[in-house]
């Protein structure tokens, strides 16, 4: 049986080659000319979603977890794929918890499937087809792509030591904790509308190991996961990020809503270590 690093390793190139392709041929898209490491071309819209198997952490309990994101090859354009046909995982799906909204360009560790024990080397597919062109993504216990869950939660980025063959990174013995996050139940908005979020973050203080890039304040993003139409977050000066003292504080956010459906909105804390939580809260606007 193929691999599911193989399998990426495939889709990716054909990705390549099927981007280049259309960069000589398409008529109204006129690409910028930028060179870029995995697709040719800086394309500022247009182009499609590729579904990511991240790799799998082993769970305590000896489940397991596969983790997911996905790579959005527009540099500008965030797509919009409700739960279906043309964004489905099986078995057990359609839905299994992945996002209907896809950001441009990367997002990295965003969801995970837990399996059981006697999972053995079956599959989970998640598929997903935008503009015609369909991708999937196999998640499955290749010894290859093993993961610690400190890996994950440090978004899978390796520090210097830990690229040199001492992975930081994935010690489980280092003193620092992730932080945690409570957000407050939002009631029901009428469309238009605005609701205010409020997240409460606690963490220990604790910086990273050394080797690795710490800072000097705990980060909370807020970010659409799921959605049917776009938001607007208003934090005036600040995008939608708030900037809290190293043991957390309360974060808090406006969203301004113009279409009726069910909302997901995520807050990510990120502690002076490097380790990010994500906590999600979901709105109803009628």
């Known amino acids: 049986m193929m691999s599911s690093r193989f399998r990426w390793a495939c889709y990716g190139l054909a990705g390549v080659l099927l981007t280049l392709g259309a960069a000589s041929s398409t008529g109204g898209q006129t690409p910028t000319g930028i060179r870029d490491w995995d697709d040719g071309v800086k394309y500022a819209r247009g182009q499609s979603v590729v579904p990511v198997f991240e790799g799998w952490v082993p769970n305590p309990d000896g489940t397991f977890s596969l983790i997911f994101g996905f790579w959005n090859r527009n540099w500008e354009e965030t797509l919009f794929l409700p739960i279906g046909p043309d964004n489905r995982i099986e078995p057990g799906g359609p839905d299994r918890g992945q996002p209907t909204?896809?950001?441009?360009?990367?997002?990295?560790?965003?969801?995970?499937?837990?399996?059981?024990?006697?999972?053995?080397?079956?599959?989970?597919?998640?598929?997903?087809?935008?503009r015609g062109k369909t991708e999937k993504a196999y998640g499955a216990l290749v010894n290859q792509e093993?993961?610690?869950?400190?890996?994950?939660?440090a978004g899978g980025s390796l520090s210097a030591a830990a690229a040199a063959g001492n992975d930081d990174v994935g010690n489980e013995s280092d003193p620092n904790k992730p932080p945690s996050v409570v957000i407050d139940p939002v009631q029901p908005v009428n469309s238009p509308g605005v609701a205010t979020l409020i997240a409460t973050i606690s963490d220990d203080g604790v910086g990273g190991p050394l080797g690795t890039t710490t800072r000097k304040t705990l980060r909370v993003a807020w970010s659409l996961y799921r959605a049917p139409a776009a938001v607007t977050f208003e934090r005036p000066g600040s995008e939608n990020d708030t900037l809290l003292p190293p043991i957390?504080?309360?974060?808090?956010?406006?969203?301004?809503?113009?279409?009726?459906?069910?909302?997901?909105?995520?807050a990510t804390a990120t502690d002076v270590g490097g380790l990010a939580i994500n906590k999600d809260v979901t709105v109803i606007v009628k």
């Open 146 to 153: 093993v993961l610690t869950r400190r890996m994950v939660m």
């Open 101 to 130: 909204v896809f950001t441009p360009r990367r997002g990295k560790n965003l969801f995970e499937i837990v399996v059981p024990k006697d999972f053995g080397n079956k599959e989970i597919v998640w598929t997903v087809t935008t």
């Open 248 to 266: 957390g504080g309360k974060a808090s956010t406006t969203v301004r809503f113009k279409a009726p459906g069910s909302y997901v909105v995520r």
